[in-house]
């Protein structure tokens, strides 16, 4: 019998079938079939601008903004900012913003380039609202953009996208048991889940090690944007670059500890999206130095 505090490694994953070994034994249930993941694409666009970030780290605005507007046209098909925005969300949406607020929080500047370019595209003021904090921060909200800044974590491994909708849980501290695997389960929440339209990365000047005070040592200018609506496949994406950065600095792999396994249980679990690099399509724009791919 395993002892009730066994920490989940990713050799849980990949002995066996996932629902027996993971839905069965550590999660004590099993994903029903009824709620496989939905049809998401794949895609990931990164932007990047190597003038969006002074030598002084300053953000430039305008060209934040520019970058946001070619991500959207990206990731959606459209031919401009506001055909891009309307496949996403309504204008009678009430949409909330959901950035990082610590450890590596996303840059002002980012939010309130989404802010106007939703205004731009015809969303009402009072149609856009911050959703941060417990339960209450979504409950309102009929669609919401996830605004998280690239980061590793000293709890989740990597605390990016799957970490951001932590506090939704009303009780963040059960989230971080076995290793962070159930952030997946935050977005599947009946006032959460399907609401996520869009996921912006803020990877201008990301962390690739954990904390829990961010170490300047391990923050650099990337001086990009990471964009799709499949949670799990932008998460894969990130998790790259923080596992290849950390490599070039050591000069040899520098694993995550603890292992970032959110992010493979979000797609095996959970069913948010997919996990496999090889399944996930990224298209790159801009400055192509050192993009960690």
Known sequence: MKDKNHVITRRDFIRGTIGATIGASIFGFKWPEAEAKELRSSLVTIVRNKNAMDSSKDVDSAIVKKMLEQALIKVTGRKN???????????????????????NPTHEEVVEAVKSSLMDAGIPRKRITPAQGGPDGPRECTALIALPALKAHWLTGIGTVLKDYIMFSGSPSQYHKSNSAKLGEIWNLPFVKGKTKLVLVDALYPLCDKGPQPDPRYKWAYNGLIAGTDPVAVETVCLKIITEKRKAIRGEPWPLSPPPICVEAADKVYGLGTSNMGEIKIEHYGWDKDLLL
């Open 81 to 103: 900012p506001k055909d891009a925005w309307l496949s996403l969300v309504k204008p009678d949406d009430m949409i909330g913003l959901v950035p990082t607020d610590h450890l």
